[in-house]
C-alpha cells in the first residue's frame, strides 16, 4: 500500500511532535533547575524564580496539547506570544546589558531561537483548522 504523503502531512507531524518533545523537555528543565535559569531572570521582572516554574509549566503544557491533539490552536498562539514576550523582555535586554562576549552571543541565539519557534508556533495555529477557534474564514 502506497502512503500519500500530501494527504496525511506525514511530516507535518512529525515536526509538531518533535517540538512538543522539545518543549516538554525544555519545560522539565525549568522545574527541576530553576536555580540555573534565575540568572537570566532580568532585574526589572518581579517575581524571580517563579518565572522559571511558569515557563516550565506552560511548556510542558503546550507539548502535552500538540500531542493529544487538543487546544493546538489555542496553545499555539500562547506559545507564540509567550516566546516573543521573553524575546522582548528578557533576551533583548540580556543582550543590550551582558557585560562578557560569550552571554551577549548566548542571548542573540535565545532571540533567534525562540523567534524562529514562535515563528513555527503561530505556523501551527494557522494549520490547525478543526480546533475551533477562527478569527476569520481564512485562518
Given at each position: 500500500m502506497r502512503i500519500d504523503f500530501t494527504k496525511y502531512h506525514v511530516f507535518s507531524r512529525i515536526s509538531i511532535y518533535i517540538l512538543a518533545l522539545v518543549l516538554i523537555c525544555i519545560g522539565v528543565y525549568h522545574l527541576i533547575k530553576p536555580d540555573d535559569l534565575l540568572v537570566y531572570v532580568p532585574y526589572f521582572l518581579p517575581g524571580g524564580i517563579k518565572w522559571a516554574y511558569l515557563v516550565g509549566t506552560c511548556f510542558v503544557l503546550v507539548g502535552i496539547s500538540f500531542i493529544a491533539n487538543y487546544y493546538v490552536k489555542v496553545t499555539s498562539y500562547l506559545l507564540a506570544f509567550f516566546l516573543f514576550f521573553f524575546v522582548l523582555t528578557v533576551h533583548v535586554p540580556n543582550y543590550l546589558n551582558a557585560a562578557m562576549a560569550d552571554m551577549r552571543t548566548f542571548a542573540l541565539i535565545n532571540i533567534l531561537n525562540?523567534?524562529?519557534?514562535?515563528?513555527?508556533a503561530l505556523h501551527i495555529a494557522a494549520g490547525a483548522h478543526h480546533q475551533q477557534l477562527h478569527f476569520d474564514e481564512s485562518d
Open positions: 525562540n523567534t524562529a519557534i514562535g515563528a513555527f
